[in-house]
């Protein structure tokens, strides 16, 4: 089961090459506001590593509520 807990890495077994790849399907989606890849370039590694669902998620609601 994913949930707003479940991990990129550890749980679904997703590198950061998978990161930019959804990136672009995010910015293909909603556009240019949804910037994933320049969301993830301001993470260190560690933090990459340890990006939950829920992060992600968090970041469109935020980038889209800015859009209105």
Do not use: C, M, N, W
Not at 15 to 30: C, N, Q
Not at 35 to 50: G, M, R
């Amino acid at each position: 089961q994913i949930t707003h807990d479940t991990t990129f890495h550890e749980d679904l077994g997703l590198e950061s090459i998978d990161l930019v790849t959804f990136a672009g399907i995010l910015a293909e989606h909603y556009g240019p506001d949804v910037d994933l890849a320049d969301f993830l370039s301001q993470k260190d590694l560690d933090e990459v590593i340890e990006l939950r669902i829920g992060d992600i998620t968090d970041f469109v609601a935020a980038r889209l509520a800015g859009r209105g």
